[in-house]
């Protein structure tokens, strides 16, 4: 209930911000990012573009990447334009829901021999039809969380060094979401059980669980990442957020009476996309964050997951599920398709509609 009051009323927690900051709001103290590289996925409307304006005008370094060139480099102008202080903006093509494609962008990041301070996993997709990625996976797990696990995980050593030769702490932001909560186990049908069900076509498509799952991936994503991070001993944290509830893309491009309504109705817990991208601005760049990581945050402040998605067993399972996956893909002209996965169908018909 106290929770309820403080978001309604935008009250101030104890980070000293609430529900009504803005991410330039947050990011206040922060006013010299110069010495930052970021990667933010989904950074061409929404939730994403802001965050990516926001860490501009802050002089930050940006790498935008982008399933279409074309609406990225739109994105990369209007940064330029908007954002005198702007470091530079570079644009690189980049498929989520493809492994493929995923390792491609890494290799061309990576040749850059650019730093890398900052990798924010904001991207993504909610698929209303059932479809399966170019691997075989179901498609808004693909995109939502398989693809930025790899991601991450191709990454994760130039973060590592970038930290080490700078003393800069490197960040990972999981962007995630309330709705994590919404997937609960049915019996046995865990999280790995459900998506290798629904894949196999064995577990009716529910295109809301199968959001919630993506969701509760990150989450579980997050905390296992923590866990390898301080084992390695880098100089990197990793946490996940959650938004908040914003009218973006995906909202917007299913209008109807119907919806129109409601949100009218509920107008006035909804945040504006300055408002939803405070908390992944503040997590990604404010001081008081430095050295915390595995932790969930919602209004610039940190908060509990759901049960599950505090469960340290399943985060485990999930983390060893996702790397036979994504080494499966690496070399599956020799091993061929593991047993879970189903042939791509031709006839797919994927309606998802990206969003950041």
């Known amino acids: 209930m106290l929770t309820s009051l403080r978001y309604l009323t935008g009250t101030a927690g104890p980070s000293g911000f609430g529900s009504r900051a803005t991410a330039e709001d947050a990011t206040a103290a922060c006013s010299d990012l110069r010495h930052i590289t970021a990667i933010i996925t989904g950074a061409t409307s929404g939730i994403g573009a802001e965050t990516a304006r926001v860490l501009a005008k802050r002089g930050a370094r940006l790498v935008l990447p982008a399933r279409s060139v074309k609406a990225a480099e739109e994105a990369r102008a209007r940064l330029l334009a908007d954002c005198p202080a702007a470091g530079d903006v570079i644009v690189l093509p980049l498929d989520l829901s493809s492994l493929a494609s995923v390792r491609r962008f890494a290799g061309r990041f990576l040749a850059l021999g650019l730093p890398l301070n900052l990798l924010i996993n904001n991207a993504g997709k909610f698929a209303d039809r059932f479809a399966l990625s170019d691997d075989g996976v179901e498609m808004t797990f693909a995109t939502n969380y398989l693809g930025h696990f790899l991601l991450t995980k191709l990454l994760l ?74 084992e390695m001993k880098a100089n990197v944290t990793a946490n996940c957020v959650h938004p908040g509830i914003v009218r973006t893309r995906l909202i917007r491009e299913r209008d109807s009476l119907v919806t129109n309504t409601v949100f009218f109705l509920a107008s006035k817990l909804l945040k504006t996309i300055p408002q939803a991208a405070a908390t992944t601005c503040y997590v990604a760049v404010h001081p008081a964050i430095a050295g915390v990581s595995g932790k969930y945050f919602a209004d610039c402040n940190e908060a509990s997951p759901s049960r599950m998605g505090s469960n340290g067993d399943e985060a485990a399972k999930l983390w060893r599920f996702s790397e036979e996956i994504a080494a499966e893909e690496k070399n599956q002209e020799s091993i061929g398709v593991s047993s879970f996965r189903l042939q791509v169908q031709s006839s797919n018909a994927d309606r998802g509609l990206a969003f950041a």
């Not at 050593?157 to 080490?164: L, V």
């Not at 709705?179 to 998506?195: N, Q, R």
């Not at 529910?206 to 997050?222: F, G, M, Q």
């Open 157 to 230: 050593e130039k973060m590592a060094e970038t930290a080490r030769l700078t003393g800069v702490e490197g960040r990972i932001v999981n962007v995630s979401s309330t709705i994590h909560s919404w997937f609960a186990a049915d019996g046995d049908a865990d999280a790995v059980t459900y998506i290798d069900g629904v894949t196999r076509k064995k577990i009716p498509y529910d295109p809301t669980r199968a959001y919630a799952l993506s969701k509760l991936a990150n989450v579980l994503h997050t905390r296992a990442l923590a866990d390898r991070l301080k």
